[in-house]
């Protein structure tokens, strides 16, 4: 196995000088930053972007970024508003969590730090919803200081700069002391941003392109022949799979049936279809129809969905049922017109279920698979 070529490892202003100076020509132009050299962004800006940015892509974020800010422009704005109302505008960006404690968050520093931003990682850390990667991050860009930030890119780009060989995640920790030997003490906040930007568009996972690469020459991954393979990663582990059937329920002017999550766990708070409980085995008709909101005669749906989470995978089925409004207003539950429900990804695939005649069939695919409907 290659091991780090640590006797020609760069020293920090070996990696500084070049990468600033092509972050200073081709630095990406994003909502929450400052060009180049400029005063860094207000921290409510650097903090609500890094939060969105947690597993999620930049194209994602921008526009809920630019949503937020313009509802909110201040952290006490955010703070004041309803949890109901933040999560709602948080819809459809995924991991519900962050959306949760982006709020406390902001209560937090609105309530206790009279509505300004800790400068240290230490007491960012202590704030709700900020981890490790994202105190750094806020520490680094919104106040200059020479915090260690490491993230996904900058994680591909020190581990090709190194020839790091060992798998992620175990090689986090190397990693992280690397991150912290080549931040410089002068700009440590583009030197951040330059790192993300140059794992997001030249070192990027897959065929990276070196020869315009401003690290080339000093790239041990490259020099070595390996830059491509890394970062190693320990093999995944295969991703278990849990069922449901979504309960489409119709009133006749269209709307649909929808009930509130409890406040903690997955998706708390937020608006959802009624279903099921999602577990590891397939739903028997039978049994799948004590769980109906209300008893009338479901049709099973010729359609299917799966939505993949982190640490599961969950194959929906879907059985539809219409109601007049007099019986609707005895069911318990929250009815919106289906266009109008602020609702996580998964709750729109089960809307994305609805037929459009009105007239479901039995699916035979379906039965194959061994989803079985009421």
Not at 174 to 182: D, G, K
Request: proline share 10%; charged share 25%; hydrophobic share 40%.
């Amino acid at each position: 196995m290659l091991k780090p070529r640590r006797d020609s490892a760069p020293r920090q202003d070996d990696l500084a000088t070049p990468l600033l100076a092509w972050y200073d020509r081709h630095h990406r132009s994003l909502p929450w930053r400052s060009p180049p050299g400029a005063k860094p962004m207000d921290p409510y800006r650097v903090w609500l972007s890094e939060i969105m940015l947690q597993q999620t892509t930049v194209p994602a974020v921008i526009p809920y970024f630019l949503k937020f800010t313009a509802r909110w422009p201040r952290v006490q704005d955010l703070a004041a508003a309803e949890t109901d109302e933040v999560t709602a505008a948080w819809a459809g960006l995924g991991y519900y969590a962050r959306a949760r404690n982006l709020h406390k968050c902001a209560q937090v520093v609105s309530t206790q730090f009279d509505g300004v931003f800790p400068d240290s990682e230490a007491e960012l850390l202590k704030l709700p919803g900020v981890g490790a990667y994202t105190a750094a991050a806020i520490a680094a860009i919104a106040f200059d200081k020479p915090a260690a930030v490491l993230d996904g890119n900058i994680e591909r780009v020190l581990a090709r700069v190194f020839a790091v060989e060992t798998p992620l995640p175990k090689a986090k920790p190397e990693l992280r002391v690397l991150a912290a030997r080549v931040t410089p003490d002068n700009r440590p906040g583009d030197f951040a941003q330059a790192m993300m930007d140059l794992g997001a568009t030249i070192c990027t996972p897959r065929n990276p392109d070196c020869l315009l690469c401003p690290l080339a020459q000093l790239c041990a991954g490259r020099r070595l022949g390996v830059a491509g393979e890394l970062p190693r990663k320990a093999p995944k582990a295969s991703r278990p799979v849990r069922h449901a059937i979504a309960f489409l329920l119709q009133r006749d002017d269209g709307a649909v049936l929808l009930r509130r999550r409890p406040p903690k766990g997955l998706l708390g708070g937020m608006l959802e279809v009624p279903s099921t409980p999602w577990r590891e085995e397939a739903w028997q008709n039978a049994e799948a129809a004590t769980h109906a909101p209300v008893q009338i005669d479901w049709q099973p749906v010729d359609l299917a969905a799966e939505h993949v989470f982190t640490h599961f995978a969950l194959k929906i089925g879907a059985v539809y049922g219409r109601i007049g409004a007099g019986e609707a207003a005895t069911v318990d539950g929250i009815w919106e017109q289906p266009r109008d429900a602020a609702l996580p990804t998964v709750m729109r695939k089960m809307l994305g279920l609805l037929p459009r005649d009105g007239r479901p069939v039995r699916s035979t695919r379906n039965r194959r698979g061994g989803q079985g409907r009421p």
